[in-house]
């Protein structure tokens, strides 16, 4: 019951920074936790982010971005985030926007989430 969109990907030299957004909409989104993922030419689907459900939320990053990448919701604007800094060549990937149903915490895995958006190109130049 929950439709993804992405936006704000696109092209950006090496150490630049992105902020890539997913507009939700559905009323079980601030109950939802939330994640980012990417798929890379060629490569398997990896954990990027994720952030859980509630007012006390807690978020986690692959260890690939940490330091780097922040994850964040607005859930007055039904909008989850990626802020990425210092982005690197091997960052270049679709970013998908993950989300899954109400009251579940979720971690890394991509089978848990069961609502997706249509992904964003993000490609960082060297």
């Known amino acids: 019951q929950l439709q993804l969109v992405e936006s704000g990907g696109g092209l950006v030299q090496a150490g630049g920074s992105l902020r890539l957004s997913c507009a939700a909409s559905?009323?079980?989104?601030?109950?939802?936790?939330m994640a980012w993922f990417r798929q890379a030419a060629g490569k398997e689907r990896e954990f990027v982010a994720t952030?859980?459900?509630?007012?006390?939320?807690?978020?986690e990053s692959a260890d690939s971005v940490k330091g780097r990448f922040t994850i964040s919701r607005d859930n007055a604007e039904n909008t989850v985030y990626l802020q990425m800094n210092s982005l690197k060549p091997e960052d270049t990937a679709v970013y998908y926007c993950?989300?899954?149903?109400?009251?579940?915490?979720?971690?890394?895995?991509?089978?848990?989430?069961?609502?997706w958006g249509q992904g964003t190109q993000v490609t960082v130049s060297s």
């Open positions: 952030i859980t459900w509630g007012r006390n939320t807690y978020s």
């Open positions: 559905g009323r079980t989104f601030s109950t939802a936790t």
């Open positions: 993950a989300a899954t149903r109400p009251y579940i915490t979720a971690a890394r895995l991509s089978d848990v989430y069961d609502y």
